[in-house]
């Protein structure tokens, strides 16, 4: 048969090599084929998997690269290492290459954040320090330039070896994107979804020199420091509660009801309302709470009176009017609706009194006979 014989049947026969890698790790990006003296056959068997790439290196030249399916390997399917090894006719020797097999999946939930607060200047807080984490997703989109680049020599590459770089890029390019969109702090929620997007086309540039695609970039959330959000949630507190005043008026109102249901717990609320000091506040509130008529109030949109000429409100029918002016109480006074017995108040009296007790209003009688004595 001769030599060159005895040495295609053994390619061609049960020594033909089969290449190939099934992964069983989640994480794996590369992996190299072993192989003693890195010797492979002239006829041997490629087998690339879909989201797999197998890239062939020629003592550190970057050979051949091949896609998903099934390749005999020989002079007329290895056209750049051929060249390398400057083969003019077929061969039938054994060829020493690296083969290293890339997985081209998709990577998700890759995390990143800031390690150190991003320094602002917010057009409502003034300077402020920012934290930032979210989420990513990366694949390998070339292949050859990323085993050349990051790979190398390494027999296998994991994604925890890469991510630390991909996250430094990360952050740098969040940190200056964040401060030239000057976008106030408040309404950074609402623009996670835009900048996640224009990020991800930012980086992209970065990416391409390792031969990687940026697939998702995700911004879940961007935190103020503790001292700032607990100064807005006392804030919203303030915007919920409203007129304070009014609030105060009826915790006070509050609590004295629950005191009157439990004596014991009275003496206790008097020395609460002593020690906050809410004579100033509420006396007057609280003192008119214990008289027959609540002081009443001027409705909304009346302007206050002029000084020494407080408006008067009187007690007709057991309905309150009011405010009367002096022309409405001359009028009211000459059609009947006012009388000597008709309860008046106004800002400063403590109680409601009858109108023929008060001097000012005498003048409203003065004409009028007083009511004719019992027979």
Known sequence: MGIFGAIKEKAFGQFIDVIEWVDDARNTLVWKFPRGD?????????????????????????????????????????????????????????????????????FTDQKWGTANPIMLRDAEFGPVRLRAFGSYAFSVADPGKFVFTLSGTNPVLVSEDISGQLRNILVSRFADALGEAKIPALDLAANYNEMG??????????????????NKFLVENISLPPE?????????????LGDLNKYTQFQAATALGDAAKNPGAAGNMMGMLAGVNLGGVMGGNL???????????PPAGV?????????????????????????????????????????????????????????????????????????
Not at 55 to 63: A, D, K, M, P, R
Not at 197 to 214: H, S
Not at 287 to 297: N, V
């Open 38 to 106: 890195n010797e492979i056959k002239n006829g041997a068997q490629l087998i690339v998997r879909e989201s797999q790439a197998a890239v062939f290196l020629h003592e550190g030249e970057l050979g051949d690269v091949y896609k998903p399916g099934r390749v005999e390997l020989s002079t007329n399917n290895i056209p750049i290492l051929t060249t390398l090894k400057s083969w003019r006719y077929a061969f039938n020797s054994p060829f020493k290459a690296d083969v290293y097999f890339v997985n081209t999946r998709q």
């Open 287 to 297: 003192q008119s709470a214990f008289t027959p008529a609540q002081a009443p109030t």
């Open 197 to 214: 997007d224009y990020l991800r086309n930012l980086l992209q540039k970065d990416f391409d020199e390792y031969g990687v695609a940026l």
């Open 228 to 240: 700032v959000e607990q100064a807005l949630d006392k804030r919203t507190q303030m915007g919920i």
């Open 303 to 375: 302007p206050p009176p002029l000084p020494g000429t407080s408006p008067w409100f009187a007690g007709i029918n057991g309905k309150q009017e009011g405010p009367l002016d002096a022309a409405a109480l001359a009028a009211k006074s000459a059609a009947g609706g006012i009388t000597r017995d008709t309860l008046m108040w106004r800002q400063g009296m403590r109680d409601w009194q009858k109108a023929g007790e008060i001097g000012e209003l005498t003048e409203l009688f003065a004409n009028v006979p007083p009511p004719l004595p019992p027979a």
